[in-house]
């Protein structure tokens, strides 16, 4: 929570004796107030029990070694960089932590049950393949074109040359989509007419994420992915669902068979699943299946080996705890005489009664999370005191299976309070907050300034204190940017934190944070062109709606433009209006009082709106014509900002 304004004033009181010293432990090290917090969260936790691990291990085929490389070059998987995973956990890693991180680093091709496959580790998620009559039926083709591609190949030099006959994206997060184009092409799909099977809402929900809020979305999935970190043990260890993301070349393809009823029975290649929707838990759109002939129940990401997110760190539409509880009794109940289990990420349960535990665990914590919040929440406890309130039972919170390696405990009540009543916490002191800057300043003048701060900081790094420490620090950063010995002091509660964290993104963050209170931001954000073949399949709707959302609205001021946008190859037509500083479109019949029509194809327009491609270089192209004012144009289209995808996130001078 926010120091009250007695506490501030009562810093400036400390005795500050010795606190010019630097912190006596090297950046790098855990202190011993580090110790002592992993050693209580561990309290309890068999860690010696090696059940996951045969678990893990069994069924490997082969194992992959190399790399696989992005289109520029970039190493987008590294098979061999978390082989330090192994034997007895190091100082600045939580053992419970990397307890799961050895169990994620069995990667391989691996036999779940006969007709079964699993691809683990050539991305965040898993590959699945199961053997039809004819070929192979692919479950959730991984993040990019790359991986999936070299997933697919090393599956066939160990199994056989067999074709893809039907593929099926069990949700519309990038992870189990954006691999499709290198398993298949959209030319081969129609030729071979290759089933794509989807639950409803599928292409909506998969579109518009990764549109709409994807410049933000992106950026902030580096510090939970960590994808700048160096794997090692003061680094990158794990995501909690995989080893790391591929941030390479995301394409999708529309679905062809949709799921829309809620249990739906389907016979793919010779193989009959029976699928169940499941909307509005882990993801809008999903769907779960069994294949009741070989006893196998696909749990899609209802289900993984970590206590989930109800709210992505990256940022997310919140997710419905029970909503979520009940589709795991669902799962209870038709599971009938399932043997195996297998999820889209992590490693697989074997035993019906084994199963029944893991479902049931599932459903309690997320149940149990969902019930005490809002108990709490009617008694009035505020999201911050509720997170610091809440504990699971000992039967919960000693199963490895629901451990906050990926969500974590008080981050997912707030998002359960931020569904019913939203962020707001109901007093008015912050219905209306200064801007964070302001607020730091006049914090920081309160304390003394800059230097009072950071004494003040020091005597409590010493005490181990290091989330005071990060809020104190916060408030001297944004104050002064620039503040070399300020930044210093916070990189290094934040790595403290992060060694403590026994969630992976949890410490992903904290540790990007180090980094880049050290280092800066980075220089690029994701690349725009690896989004180019799934912004190829987006409807135009949704460009349209990223347009009006990177309007500058200040700079829009009485413009009252129209424009008619024709394209060319898909014979679409809209027309395009500023209106009171808004940008509206609709679909229909060019305008004849606009001030310009631009006729292109869609493929140049995505070209366009990504950056891929600079409008006046696309002037002279046969795939674009401008009638009526092309200055009119050029003035419009520079109102639409490009997000630059590398914003700060620590550090940052924002007013």
Same mark, same amino acid.
């Given at each position: 929570?926010?120091?009250?304004?007695?506490?501030?004033?009562?810093?400036?009181?400390?005795?500050?004796?010795?606190?010019?010293?630097?912190?006596?432990?090297?950046?790098?090290?855990?202190?011993?107030?580090?110790?002592?917090?992993?050693?209580?969260?561990?309290?309890? #936790?068999?860690?010696?029990?090696?059940?996951?691990?045969?678990?893990?291990?069994?069924?490997?085929?082969?194992?992959?070694?190399?790399?696989? @490389?992005?289109?520029?070059?970039?190493?987008?998987?590294?098979?061999?960089?978390?082989?330090?995973?192994?034997?007895?956990?190091?100082?600045?890693?939580?053992?419970?932590?990397?307890?799961?991180?050895?169990?994620?680093?069995?990667?391989?091709?691996?036999?779940?049950?006969?007709?079964?496959?699993?691809?683990?580790?050539?991305?965040?998620?898993? %590959?699945?393949?199961?053997?039809?009559?004819?070929?192979?039926?692919?479950?959730?083709?991984?993040?990019?074109? *790359?991986?999936?591609?070299?997933?697919?190949?090393?599956?066939?030099?160990?199994?056989?040359?067999?074709?893809?006959?039907?593929?099926?994206?069990?949700?519309?997060?990038?992870?189990?989509?954006?691999?499709?184009?290198?398993?298949?092409?959209?030319?081969?799909?129609?030729?071979?007419?290759?089933?794509?099977?989807?639950?409803?809402?599928?292409?909506?929900?998969?579109?518009?994420?990764?549109?709409?809020?994807?410049?933000?979305?992106?950026?902030?999935?580096?510090?939970?992915?960590?994808? +700048?970190?160096?794997?090692?043990? &003061?680094?990158?260890?794990?995501?909690?669902?995989?080893?790391?993301?591929?941030?390479?070349?995301?394409?999708?393809?529309?679905?062809?068979?949709?799921?829309?009823?809620?249990?739906?029975?389907?016979?793919?290649?010779?193989?009959?699943?029976?699928?169940?929707?499941?909307?509005?838990?882990?993801?809008?759109?999903?769907?779960?299946?069994?294949?009741?002939?070989?006893?196998?129940?696909?749990?899609?990401?209802?289900?993984?080996?970590?206590?989930? +997110?109800?709210?992505?760190?990256?940022?997310?539409?919140?997710?419905?705890?029970?909503?979520?509880?009940?589709?795991?009794?669902?799962?209870?109940?038709?599971?009938?005489?399932?043997?195996?289990?297998?999820?889209?990420?992590?490693?697989?349960?074997?035993?019906?009664?084994?199963?029944?535990?893991?479902?049931?665990?599932?459903?309690?914590?997320?149940?149990?999370?969902?019930?005490?919040?809002?108990?709490?929440?009617?008694?009035?406890?505020?999201?911050?005191?509720?997170?610091?309130?809440?504990?699971?039972?000992?039967?919960?919170?000693?199963?490895?299976?629901?451990?906050?390696?990926?969500?974590?405990?008080?981050? +997912?009540?707030?998002?359960?309070?931020?569904?019913?009543?939203?962020?707001?916490?109901?007093?008015?002191?912050?219905?209306?907050?200064?801007?964070?800057?302001?607020?730091?300043?006049?914090?920081?003048?309160?304390?003394?300034?800059?230097?009072?701060?950071?004494?003040?900081?020091?005597?409590?790094?010493?005490?181990? *204190?290091?989330?005071?420490?990060?809020?104190?620090?916060?408030?001297?950063?944004?104050?002064?940017?620039?503040?070399?010995?300020?930044?210093?002091?916070?990189?290094?509660?934040?790595?403290? #934190?992060?060694?403590?964290?026994?969630?992976?993104?949890?410490?992903?963050?904290?540790?990007?944070?180090?980094?880049?209170?050290?280092?800066?931001?980075? *220089?690029?954000?994701?690349?725009?062109?690896?989004?180019?073949? #799934? %912004?190829?399949?987006?409807? &135009?709707?949704?460009?349209?709606?990223?347009?009006?959302?990177?309007?500058?609205?200040?700079?829009?001021?009485?413009?009252?433009?129209?424009?008619?946008?024709?394209?060319?190859?898909?014979?679409?037509?809209?027309? @395009?209006?500023?209106?009171?500083?808004? #940008?509206?479109?609709?679909?229909?019949?060019?305008?004849?009082?606009?001030?310009?029509?631009?006729?292109?194809?869609?493929?140049?327009?995505?070209?366009?709106?990504?950056?891929?491609?600079?409008?006046?270089?696309?002037?002279?192209?046969?795939?674009?014509?401008?009638?009526?004012?092309?200055?009119?144009?050029?003035?419009?289209?520079?109102?639409?900002?490009?997000?630059?995808?590398?914003?700060?996130?620590?550090?940052?001078?924002?007013?």
């Amino acid at each position: 929570m926010r120091p009250t304004f007695y506490t501030l004033i009562a810093l400036t009181l400390v005795s500050l004796a010795g606190c010019d010293k630097p912190p006596s432990v090297a950046s790098g090290e855990a202190t011993p107030a580090t110790a002592a917090v992993i050693e209580a969260s561990i309290k309890g #936790l068999d860690l010696n029990d090696t059940r996951d691990l045969e678990d893990a291990q069994r069924g490997l085929i082969a194992r992959p070694t190399g790399q696989i @490389l992005g289109s520029d070059g970039s190493v987008l998987i590294d098979f061999d960089a978390f082989r330090f995973v192994e034997g007895k956990a190091p100082a600045t890693v939580n053992p419970s932590l990397w307890r799961h991180a050895m169990l994620n680093a069995q990667i391989g091709l691996f036999k779940v049950t006969d007709g079964i496959y699993q691809l683990r580790g050539f991305d965040i998620a898993n %590959m699945t393949l199961i053997e039809g009559q004819t070929g192979w039926i692919v479950v959730d083709p991984l993040t990019s074109k *790359e991986t999936a591609a070299a997933a697919l190949a090393f599956a066939r030099e160990q199994l056989g040359d067999k074709p893809v006959t039907a593929i099926i994206f069990t949700h519309d997060h990038a992870d189990h989509f954006g691999g499709v184009l290198g398993i298949t092409s959209v030319a081969e799909v129609a030729e071979r007419k290759i089933p794509v099977v989807a639950p409803v809402g599928f292409m909506e929900e998969a579109t518009s994420e990764n549109v709409l809020a994807g410049p933000a979305m992106s950026r902030r999935s580096m510090y939970q992915f960590g994808k +700048n970190l160096t794997p090692g043990a &003061t680094g990158m260890v794990d995501t909690g669902l995989g080893k790391n993301v591929a941030y390479g070349s995301i394409g999708i393809l529309p679905p062809t068979q949709i799921i829309d009823q809620p249990t739906q029975e389907l016979v793919i290649d010779g193989v009959t699943f029976v699928f169940h929707n499941i909307p509005g838990a882990e993801a809008p759109a999903e769907l779960t299946f069994s294949i009741p002939e070989r006893k196998a129940y696909g749990g899609a990401e209802l289900l993984a080996q970590t206590m989930h +997110n109800l709210l992505p760190i990256r940022g997310a539409k919140v997710r419905d705890a029970l909503l979520w509880s009940d589709y795991a009794q669902a799962a209870l109940d038709d599971l009938g005489d399932t043997e195996v289990y297998f999820g889209q990420h992590n490693w697989p349960v074997w035993g019906n009664e084994r199963i029944r535990e893991f479902i049931t665990q599932h459903r309690d914590i997320y149940k149990y999370m969902h019930d005490q919040t809002v108990r709490l929440m009617n008694a009035g406890y505020t999201p911050d005191e509720i997170a610091e309130k809440i504990q699971l039972p000992d039967s919960l919170a000693s199963y490895f299976g629901t451990r906050g390696y990926y969500g974590d405990l008080r981050h +997912n009540v707030k998002a359960i309070y931020q569904m019913y009543l939203g962020a707001y916490d109901g007093n008015p002191a912050h219905l209306n907050p200064l801007p964070p800057r302001e607020s730091a300043r006049r914090y920081v003048e309160l304390m003394g300034g800059s230097a009072k701060v950071l004494e003040a900081a020091r005597v409590a790094y010493d005490k181990g *204190e290091y989330r005071w420490v990060a809020e104190l620090l916060d408030q001297a950063v944004l104050d002064q940017p620039d503040d070399k010995a300020a930044k210093e002091l916070l990189a290094r509660a934040y790595e403290q #934190l992060g060694y403590q964290s026994e969630s992976a993104t949890w410490r992903n963050s904290y540790l990007t944070a180090a980094q880049e209170l050290r280092n800066g931001p980075p *220089e690029k954000g994701v690349r725009r062109s690896d989004l180019i073949e #799934l %912004m190829k399949q987006t409807p &135009t709707e949704r460009f349209l709606e990223a347009m009006a959302a990177s309007l500058d609205g200040p700079a829009a001021d009485g413009k009252n433009w129209t424009f008619n946008l024709q394209l060319t190859d898909t014979k679409e037509s809209f027309v @395009l209006w500023i209106e009171n500083a808004v #940008l509206h479109y609709r679909r229909g019949a060019p305008a004849s009082n606009a001030n310009a029509t631009l006729s292109v194809t869609k493929d140049l327009f995505v070209q366009l709106l990504s950056g891929t491609a600079g409008f006046k270089d696309a002037l002279t192209s046969k795939d674009l014509k401008v009638d009526g004012s092309t200055v009119d144009l050029v003035r419009f289209l520079g109102l639409l900002e490009k997000a630059p995808g590398n914003f700060a996130i620590v550090a940052q001078a924002r007013d």
